[in-house]
């Protein structure tokens, strides 16, 4: 199978002088980012694992692929023999930790469909849900996917979860493009390439009889979660579609005087978010230049990854802020005409007050903050 080179974990190797990543396994030329260059390494007929030579491409004898930044001469012959010039450093780099270590600029990934690995905290939406929650949280439905008995088919079925009006034509092309792209590289290729993904790239969720895997796909307007089980004897696969505008009209900023406009069913959501005792789901986001017309809100984040992402982000108008179990919602850290403050209004909140998670959670932030920006400083109390 072809892995994706943004995706790929690598082993770092030094190639004829040159810092370089190396794989097991081909790579798919066209997710080689601009500016890298991507050559094969061929075994001899005596050991077909022992790289021997480096060629532009290889069909017999793979024994690996290279990504540089530099490009490597190649004679004319087609091959250029390695003569003990491939040498292992001893770790494994992901491509943008390979492009931090040596100082090198990494184009912006420009794909439209993009897996993460979820959070453990997340695993519930993989899952079957009540009606009702299905109905606040926008779900359209899912597709059940099996690769069939030799592991290489695809079959698939769609198991509406809402009437119609979600499922429109805009949604439907969307699907379609987004599965035929992850059949093409990604874990939906077949039974193989999906339990070598998973392997690679963590994603471990709870639930079911043997490890499942969830990875999350977010566009403008939808939100898709898929759990892949790779093994035998069972589906091997669920994609589930939440239509997110739909779950922001059903699901309210949680406040005494915004109640009223919330379902049954959403008033239950929020009863059991401030449950202590029961299992939840935590998504958090960044929400920057809000009230201006290039506002942008990034969500389904980890809350390293938010720290990250808000550390980075220049403009004086922004907001970390978490969503639990899909329906409750509070700012956390917020900064205004460049003043920051960490809020306290978790604690007035019945979905957030006294929950370990969020309490961890705000001390994470307080060190995370005030350490990556002494100049701003940070207050108590909201705005």
């Not at 794989?23 to 790289?51: A, M, N, Q, W």
């Not at 290889?58 to 490009?71: C, D, I, M, S, Y």
């Not at 943008?96 to 453990?120: T, W």
């Not at 900023?253 to 009223?260: D, I, K, L, S, T």
């Amino acid at each position: 199978m072809s892995v994706n080179a943004r995706e790929e974990q690598y082993e770092h190797v030094e190639l004829f002088g040159k810092p370089a990543l190396f794989t097991d396994s081909r790579v798919d030329r066209g997710t080689i980012p601009e500016g890298f260059h991507c050559y094969d390494l061929r075994g001899s007929d005596y050991d077909p694992g022992k790289p021997t030579t480096l060629e532009n491409q290889v069909v017999v004898n793979h024994a690996g692929t290279v990504l540089t930044a530099e490009p490597i001469t190649i004679p004319k012959e087609g091959f250029r023999r390695l003569r003990g010039k491939l040498n292992f450093l001893g770790e494994c780099l992901t491509l943008p930790e390979f492009c931090e270590e040596h100082g090198i600029a990494l184009p912006p990934d420009n794909r439209k469909f993009i897996l993460r690995p979820a959070s453990p905290n997340e695993a519930g939406i993989f899952y079957a849900l009540p009606k009702e929650q299905d109905a606040a949280l926008g779900a359209i439905g899912h597709v059940r996917i099996d690769f069939g008995r030799g592991g290489d088919e695809f079959w698939h079925t769609w198991h509406p979860r809402s009437g119609e009006s979600l499922n429109s034509p805009e949604f439907k092309a969307e699907l379609t493009e987004l599965v035929n792209e992850i059949r093409k590289t990604g874990p939906l290729k077949n039974l193989s390439a999906m339990a070598n993904y998973c392997g690679n790239r963590g994603g471990e969720i709870e639930g079911g009889w043997r490890q499942n895997y969830g990875y999350v796909i977010e566009t403008e307007r939808y939100r898709y979660c898929l759990r892949c089980n790779p093994g035998p004897g069972d589906y091997h696969a669920y994609l589930t579609a939440f239509d997110l505008r739909a779950q922001r009209m059903n699901m309210k900023q949680e406040a005494p005087a915004q109640e009223h406009g919330l379902t049954e069913a959403g008033k239950e959501m929020l009863r059991n978010a401030a449950d202590n005792t029961l299992p939840h789901s935590y998504s958090w986001f960044i929400f920057q230049d809000y009230n201006t017309p290039s506002e942008k809100l990034t969500g389904g984040l980890t809350l390293p990854d938010a720290i990250r992402l808000y550390n980075d982000i220049g403009c004086g108008s922004k907001r970390l802020g978490v969503t639990k179990d899909g329906i409750a919602t509070v700012d956390l850290v917020i900064t205004l005409n460049g003043e920051q403050q960490l809020s306290e209004d978790y604690t007035r909140l019945a979905s957030f007050s006294g929950d370990p998670v969020i309490v961890e959670a705000v001390e994470k932030l307080r060190g995370a903050i005030i350490e990556q920006t002494p100049e701003q400083g940070i207050t108590m109390g909201g705005l």
